[in-house]
Each structure stands twice: as C-alpha cells, then as structure tokens.
C-alpha cells in the first residue's frame, strides 16, 4: 500500500526500521526479561537524528511534524513498545516546550532534545488525578523570581532518565483546572528527586517513575505560557501527542501480524502447513484488515495535524482509540495463531501482547478518549444547526 510518502519521510522509516531490526531486535528479550533501560539505542536514535524530527531547523531539528515522528515511532513499535515508548516520551515532554515555549525557552532545551544528548518526560499524572487531571495537587508558589514546587507525579515515563522534565502545577488552588501552570524542571535541581522504578506487565525496557518535588526551587523564567495557562498546555500536548500512540499500536500490531504469518506458513498440523486453512486465513485477514484501518487512519491525522488544522481533539482521540484496540486485538489473536508456542516466551508474541495493553491506558484511557469523541460530536452538531 503507497502512502504517498516523500522521499525524506521513506528515508525516516528506512532508519528506523534499520535501528528496530539490527539493535531492538536482538536485545528485546533481554531488555524485558531485566526491566532494563534502553540507553545505548537510546542514543542511536539520537546519532541518527530521530529525536529532531518534530523540531524546527531553527532549533536544530528536522523540521517535521506528527507525521514523521509516527513513522519513526511506528518502526520501533514493530520490534519493542518498551523502546519505542522511551523514544516516544521525550516527544511528549517536549511539546509543551515546542507549543508554548518563548523563544528563550526553545533556544535553550530543544538543541539538546533535538540531538539526543537529553531526555524528556512529561509530568502530569497524579495517585489521585488519572483521567481526572484537573484534579491535580502539586502546587507551584510564587516566591520572587522563583516558584516552590511540592507535589508527587507518579506514572511517569523515562522518569529519573530524563534530563528535562515538562511539569503541570497548581498555581492557583481556587481557579480549578484554570490555577494550573506549566513549568520546565531540570534534573539535579535541588529539591527534585526520584521515586522507585514501577514494576509493569509490559513495556518493561521503559523506565516509569514518580518524580517528588520536596520545596523545589525553580526559576519564574522556567514557566511556559501564562500562569493558569497549565491545564491547557496539557490538553493541546496529549492532543498532538495521541496519534503518536496510535502509531505505536499500528507498529507493534505489524510486528504481531509478522510473526503470526510467518509462523502460520511454517507450521503443520494435519499434514498441511496451518495457513492453508480457511480459519487460520480468516483471522490473519481480519488481523491485516485492523491493521491498515488503524495505518490508514494514524496517517490521515497525523497530516491534518501537520497541515496546520487548529481544532484535531477528535481525531487525535479516534486515532488513538483505534490504534490501541486494534493492538489489543491483533497482539491478542497473534498468540492464538500461535497457540501454544504463542503463550511461550520462547516467541515474541507474548511480549507484545504484554506490551499492547498499556496502549489502551496511557496518554488518557480509551474510555477518556470516547468522551473526548463524544464533546467533539455535540460540538459539531451543534454548530451544523
Ligand atoms: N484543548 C484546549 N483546551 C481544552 C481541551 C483541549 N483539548 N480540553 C479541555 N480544554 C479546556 C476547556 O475548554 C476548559 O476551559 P475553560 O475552563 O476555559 O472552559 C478546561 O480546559 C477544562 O475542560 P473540561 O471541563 O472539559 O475538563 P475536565 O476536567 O472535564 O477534563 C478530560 C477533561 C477528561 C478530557 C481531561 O481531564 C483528560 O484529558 N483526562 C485524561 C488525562 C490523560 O490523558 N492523562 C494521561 C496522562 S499524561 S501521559
């Protein structure tokens, strides 16, 4: 299937797919097995300028947009979601830079983003405020030219790996979700430490952590956006940042679909190799027919992202609902195809089936990403009347 991709964007994926078959491939197994971080491929993406695709050349990026960055990702999810989420972060802690950051601000962190030389991760999340993020309680307070950060995020992806963090604080207690403010909090400040690293089902090569603010000092200049501008800052990153999910789940339900053809054609029962039956054929089709729905559909918003449209929540959040649920489904139906085999360690199924899951979860549950649906459609009809 031709995607009309130009020649730079088939280039991104030509690199990507290199990096995800010669270095994510290999280690996976280990890489899950030992809860270990991925840093050495970390930086191979940073050598190989995959960090910069979604940041202007003016900041020494690529000059991208979702697009390219869903394609990269995409590769990666192939071969690891645990790799890929790593990258993958660091896309979602720099948007709040990239979308509301003053020109200072960009000077300063998107360089060091864009090559890879620093990490990112994006602080929002709460024990009490999930789904609920207006329900946050980390405060940020006023003090001359600087803020006091106290609060607990927790959940956070590349926690304690990241150098630059991107954070929502309660400025304003009494405003609700418009006292929120967001802010730029570097590692090694004083104040800013690290919780213990989360244990999961999946996505295991990922480093999830809390990050505890103990009376954190930061400076006022570290503020992105006007104060109460928080909730917002939030809002438009997980709306930009959710095709990126997608993408993940096209990546890692490709990878499934790879494993289970190939398996289907080599393995024999009855005499005959098991893909020469009509019920094995049938759910491979319905696998491969999931698959480029949700491709199709993580393309389309990706580019209407890019083109410059205003109001996507909608279809950042239909992206994400079917890439995460056709991931669920195809990883799901690969270890069928599998069977035994496919519960075994021994082939990656069950590790992407592991990892799939998380997809319909975080960046907002598929739950969440309905109502968003949902305030989309009554808005559109409402204005069609
Ligand atoms: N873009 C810009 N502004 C937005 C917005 C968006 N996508 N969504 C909401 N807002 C604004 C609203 O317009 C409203 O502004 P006003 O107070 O000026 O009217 C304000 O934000 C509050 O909006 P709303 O009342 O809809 O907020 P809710 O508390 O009902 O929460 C949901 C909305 C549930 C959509 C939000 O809390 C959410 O996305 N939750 C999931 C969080 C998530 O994804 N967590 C994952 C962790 S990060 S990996």
């Known amino acids: 299937m031709d995607y009309f991709l130009t020649e730079e964007q088939q280039a991104i994926q ?24 991925p840093a050495e491929i970390m930086e191979i993406c940073g050598q190989s300028d995959l960090f910069g695709l979604a940041i202007p050349e003016e900041y020494g990026g690529f000059g991208g947009g979702v697009l ?19 990258f993958a972060a660091t896309g979602l802690g720099c948007y709040p830079i990239l979308l509301f950051g003053s020109d200072e601000q960009k000077q300063k962190y998107l360089p060091v983003l864009a090559s890879g ?15 609920d993020a207006g329900g946050i ?17 927790q959940w956070i992806t ?3 790996e990241a150098g630059i963090y991107t954070i929502i604080a309660i400025t304003d207690r009494r405003k609700g979700p418009r006292g929120a403010s967001s802010f730029i ?38 503020r992105l956006g006007r104060e109460g501008m928080g909730f917002m800052v939030a809002m438009r990153t997980l709306d930009i940042s ?18 289970a053809v190939n398996y289907a054609r080599e393995r024999k029962q009855f005499g005959q190799t ?20 949700a491709r199709a559909v993580t393309y389309s918003v990706a580019r209407y992202i890019d083109s410059g449209a205003k109001d996507f929540s909608k279809m950042s959040a239909i992206s994400k609902v079917l890439g995460a649920d056709v991931a669920m489904q195809v990883t799901t139906d690969a270890v069928q195809v599998l069977g035994g085999y496919g519960y075994m360690r021994e082939y990656p199924v069950e590790k992407m089936m592991r990892d799939a899951k998380i997809l319909q979860i975080y960046e907002g549950t598929n739950q969440i990403q309905r109502n968003v649906i949902g305030a989309g459609l009554i808005k559109e009809y409402a204005q069609k009347k």
């Open 14 to 37: 030509e690199i990507a797919r290199q990096i995800a078959e010669e270095k994510v491939v290999p280690v996976r197994e280990e890489l899950d097995e030992k809860e270990q971080f």
């Open 68 to 86: 390219e960055t869903s394609l990269a990702v995409e590769e990666l999810s192939k071969a690891c979601l645990g790799v890929s989420v790593s």
């Open 117 to 131: 030389e620093q990490l990112a991760a994006f602080g929002l999340t709460e024990a009490d405020a999930g789904s």
């Open 137 to 153: 309680r980390t405060t940020a307070t006023k003090d001359g030219d600087s803020y006091i950060l106290n609060g607990t995020k």
């Open 158 to 160: 590349n926690g304690g």
């Open 185 to 222: 909090v570097e590692k090694g400040t004083p104040g800013f430490s690290f919780g213990k690293k989360e244990k999961k089902m999946g996505i295991r090569a990922s480093a999830t952590r809390e990050l505890v603010f103990e009376d954190c000092r930061i400076p006022a200049e570290n």
């Open 242 to 259: 959710r095709p990126g999910i997608a993408a993940q789940g096209v990546g890692v339900a490709q990878g499934a679909l790879d494993v």
């Open 274 to 293: 098991i893909i020469s039956f009509q019920a094995v054929q049938h759910m491979l089709a319905d696998m491969a027919i999931k698959t480029e729905a």
